[in-house]
């Protein structure tokens, strides 16, 4: 008898938290879209001050910003962290830049 009472207390427990993490991984990706967001925003500051912007990443990072506001959170990250390898590849290039002279055939 203490056996059966034992598996239906587990059983229960199991079922509340399997019905329990759906919400907290609703909560976790949207934290995870709004850190992205802000490493985003953080590279695309860099890359303005290094003037090394690419001219469509703002507004990718406006569309980021809009899909997290409308809890379309995978697509928020997707984007956002679109944003943050251009903003990278961007420096790189005016990195690579910097120093080359015109090549007069």
Excluded: F
Excluded at 5 to 34: I, K, N, R, Y
Excluded at 91 to 98: I, P
Aim: with cysteine.
């Amino acid at each position: 008898m203490k056996k059966i009472a034992l598996v239906a207390v587990c059983a229960l427990t199991l079922g509340g938290c399997a019905h329990m993490s759906p919400q907290g991984g609703a909560v976790s990706q949207s934290a995870v879209a709004q850190q992205t967001l802000k490493q985003a925003d953080m590279a695309v500051k860099k890359a303005r001050a290094d003037g090394a912007l690419w001219l469509h990443v703002p507004h990718e990072l406006a569309l980021a910003h809009k899909d997290a506001a409308q809890g379309h959170n995978a697509e928020a990250i997707k984007a956002a962290n679109e944003v943050i390898a251009k903003c990278r590849v961007a420096e790189q290039q005016a990195a690579s830049n910097a120093h080359n002279s015109p090549y007069y055939h």
